[in-house]
């Protein structure tokens, strides 16, 4: 394969991003790193300031925030995390080169020039299709990756309880809690309110996994959504 004068890729997640669009774009981009997916090499990048929540996840995993821009030169070549619409995309977006899309919202104004791979389910969040991009690629996810995507699928789906969630947010999330020690099915059922997703930080205690994911609510600081 040809030498591209515009590597790295970017990955780009959504203005003003949230949650899921920050750990859709950091925890890809580290995927097709790892198994060097077409040849290339891939960066996350945020179009706005992360969320205190996303910015502290990553922190205490001790992962880099991504990298923050506001513009696309012609030719550059990206990948757009949890969402597609120009308007809500990097300026410049429409003389770039669309490698790809993963997200879980309708289809807007969108448009390439060539083929691409897109990745579009109606599922509750755009961190549960990466879970299964993961698997497609035969990479068994770190804890790490499996609490910052968790993170996003609960605060995406309201805690698994929002209209858009589906049985295969609920699913991946069982088995990503199931990971990282919390079950986040049973959390719900139990009765518990709207946790902060900083929750999932006490899951772990000197490497020993909180058997009660009560106990493990009740130390962590809690939030109203």
């Not at 080169?97 to 289809?107: L, M, S």
């Not at 897109?118 to 499996?146: H, N, R």
Request: contains cysteine; glycine residues 8%; aromatic residues 6%.
């Amino acid at each position: 394969m040809e030498e591209n004068p515009w590597l790295p890729f970017l990955f780009l997640a959504i203005q003003n991003p949230d949650n899921d669009a920050i750990m859709s774009a950091v925890v890809l981009s580290q995927l097709l790193n790892q198994v060097e997916y077409a040849g290339n090499t891939y960066e996350a990048c945020a179009l706005g300031a992360l969320p205190a929540e996303s910015a502290k996840l990553l922190a205490d995993a001790g992962v880099a925030e991504p990298r923050q821009i506001d513009s696309v030169e012609e030719g550059q070549l990206v990948l757009l995390t949890d969402h597609n619409e120009s308007a809500q995309s990097v300026e410049g977006l429409k003389s770039a080169t669309v490698f790809g899309v993963v997200d879980h919202h309708r289809i807007g104004d969108f448009e390439t020039a060539g083929p691409l791979h897109y990745l579009a389910f109606p599922w509750g969040s755009s961190c549960t299709i990466v879970t299964k991009v993961a698997q497609m690629l035969g990479i068994e996810l770190t804890d790490v990756q499996a609490k910052l995507l968790l993170s996003a699928m609960m605060t995406d789906t309201l805690m698994l309880k929002s209209p858009t969630t589906t049985d295969v947010d609920r699913t991946v999330a069982a088995q990503l809690g199931e990971q990282v020690g919390v079950d986040p099915v049973k959390l719900w059922h139990g009765g518990l309110p709207y946790p902060s997703v900083r929750f999932l930080h006490c899951c772990r205690d000197g490497g020993q996994r909180h058997q009660d994911v009560r106990a493990c609510w009740q130390e962590a600081p809690h939030r109203s959504v």
